[in-house]
């Protein structure tokens, strides 16, 4: 089968966009000049530098003018996990504290709590993962609680890439600043997804990542509010305010920012309430098809709009997409040498094994048409049906857990 963009006809339907999404052709457009005649390296002082230094100047207002932000808060990175780490270890070396404390919560991206672990390791850095109730939301008051006198970084996401739970994050930035301890919050998911606003949410440091709102993989952004001190995590020449050295990739940054403006646009225009009519659509009809198998995974709000995370009775979630290879989506399981683990988020909500691997994370996009939900519910829907082959019936509980992505 041939794989085409999932904005046009004659592929799989792509209901995977938690894990990627598609370059807007505008985007593509955008970026073009500044892969060909705008080559300049902005920090020049002649003729060539001058464009690549207006369109970089441009792409970093962009984005601050998506979240809220000053054009001089936001810091370009290569990626959301370089985001995460400058963020996490930025503020731990800076605080030049005698054992640190990080608080985090169990179901971060890996991103978050894998840097969390080398802070510990390397560091001597104490941290504490707070735990999340059925629907994976944290309890502010579990925050208030672990907070000390040695804290100093609280670090929770804004949505959750496998649930699509929005974490309450105003309630949680605000217990953290009434203890003089900056909030840090990962918005991979949420951002471009959901109006979100870095004032009003009382956030500090907050996450931006190109390719979850339709930019290249390759290009992201760390808001950093004014006056928060970091320690750089790549020492050089001084660019991104002496945060991040090196020369800046101009044709990734305006791929961003075009991003970011048409997310904004999308976001005005209600896009996300289409998006979410559409979701809500897959679910009926999958419930309808399946009576009394189909079990959401998480809170019913507040969740991003294009995530639908559903258990169904008797299948295992990774056998039913390969048999729809029409269908193009995930689990948010684990796979190790061909072992399929149980996701972390969903152990950590208090599903059992059986639920947890018969899981599928379905995430729309600015490209999902009715006609592309109706079509994956009924071949997931025939896939899982009582004839399917891929019903299960009885098998041991998996030997070990991992975690997944």
Same mark, same amino acid.
């Given at each position: ?15 995977? !966009? ?11 457009? @955008? ?13 020049? =002082? ?7 230094? @207006? ?15 000053? =054009? ?17 270890? #930025? =503020? ?8 640190? !404390?990080?608080? &985090? ?14 802070? %510990?390791?390397?560091? #001597?850095?104490?941290? &504490?993962?707070?735990?999340? +109730? ?23 996401? @804004? ?32 951002? /471009? ?6 004032? %009003? ?34 020492? /050089? ?9 090196? &020369? ?23 896009? !996300?309430?289409?998006?979410r009519d559409l979701r809500d659509r897959l679910h009926a009809q999958l419930t309808r098809a399946l009576p009394g198998r189909v079990h959401l995974n998480g809170p @019913? ?12 009775? #008797? ?15 995930? &689990?948010?399981?684990?796979? !190790? ?16 094994? +059986? ?9 729309? #996009? ?5 006609? +592309? ?33």
């Open positions: 089968m041939t794989l085409v963009h999932p904005g046009f006809d004659g592929g799989p339907v792509y209901l995977d !966009h938690n894990a990627t999404t598609p370059v807007d052709p505008r985007v593509v457009e @955008a970026m073009r000049p500044y892969l060909a005649e705008w080559f300049g390296n902005p920090s020049s =002082a002649h003729a060539y530098a001058t464009e690549p230094g @207006a369109a970089l100047a441009r792409a970093r207002r962009q984005v601050a003018e998506l979240i809220g932000a000053r =054009a001089g808060e936001i810091v370009f990175t290569g990626s959301g996990s370089e985001a995460d780490n400058l963020a996490l270890r #930025g =503020a731990v070396l800076a605080a030049k504290a005698d054992r640190p !404390h990080v608080i &985090t919560q169990v179901t971060e991206h890996p991103a978050v709590l894998e840097t969390c672990r080398a802070l %510990e390791r390397l560091h #001597g850095v104490e941290v &504490t993962c707070l735990p999340v +109730d059925g629907d994976g939301l944290v309890a502010p008051v579990a925050l208030a609680a672990a907070l000390t006198e040695r804290t100093v970084l609280v670090s929770v996401m @804004a949505a959750n890439n496998e649930t699509g739970a929005l974490q309450p994050i105003a309630d949680l930035a605000r217990i953290s600043r009434t203890h003089g301890v900056p909030f840090h919050c990962d918005a991979a998911q949420a951002v /471009g997804k959901v109006p979100l606003d870095v004032r %009003e949410l009382g956030v500090d440091l907050l996450t931006v990542v190109g390719h979850k709102m339709y930019a290249p993989k390759g290009i992201a952004a760390l808001y950093v509010r004014e006056g928060v001190a970091l320690e750089p995590l790549v020492y /050089g020449g001084g660019q991104e305010r002496g945060l991040r050295a090196g &020369t800046e990739n101009v044709a990734l940054a305006v791929a961003l920012g075009t991003a970011a403006e048409l997310a904004a646009q999308e976001l005005a225009a209600g896009g !996300h309430a289409r998006i @019913a709000e507040p969740r991003l709009p294009n995530t639908l995370n559903i258990s169904i009775d #008797g299948i295992r979630g990774h056998e039913l997409l390969a048999a729809v290879p029409e269908v193009a989506s995930s &689990t948010g399981s684990a796979c !190790h040498s061909g072992d399929h683990m149980p996701s972390p988020v969903l152990q950590a909500m208090g599903l059992n094994d +059986d639920r947890a691997l018969s899981a599928l994370r379905l995430s729309l #996009g600015r490209w999902t048409t009715a006609e +592309d939900v109706d079509s994956a519910a009924r071949l997931l829907a025939a896939a899982a049906g009582p004839r399917s082959p891929v019903r299960h019936r009885e098998s041991p509980s998996p030997r070990r857990t991992a975690r997944g992505e």
